[in-house]
């Protein structure tokens, strides 16, 4: 396994050398994979604020459930708040899932896209 590895990364880098060597090597070509690097990592900062603040949800929701059980006057509109608070994180979780999929999916796309431009640009240096 180690040596296919090997062999594969020694190809790939052939094949850029031989490709910047001979001005075939378009980087535009590479850009959309780039980018959803970029947008991964900031996917990831974005998750790691939601995950900040979910740990301070609980401790919110209580205080909301605490003024409930003590029968404040304002009960009724606490409790649509609560229920308006939790709908409104579960949507915003599902969202930034649903993004990390897409993307996920996106970065599978043009890493294919990426393999395939490299052994074009092999098989027209080996011609």
Known sequence: MALSQFYCNALEYITCWAAFQYGLYDIKKLQPLA??????????????????RHSHLPTVLQVGHDLIKADNFGSEKIQNRIDNIEE????????????RRRLMQAVDFYQVEAAVYLISLFLLVCE
């Open 88 to 99: 409104q994180w579960k949507n915003l979780l599902d969202l930034a899932n649903f993004r």
């Open 35 to 52: 980018a959803c690097q970029h947008v991964i990592v900031w996917l990831q900062a974005n998750e790691d604020e939601l995950n900040s």
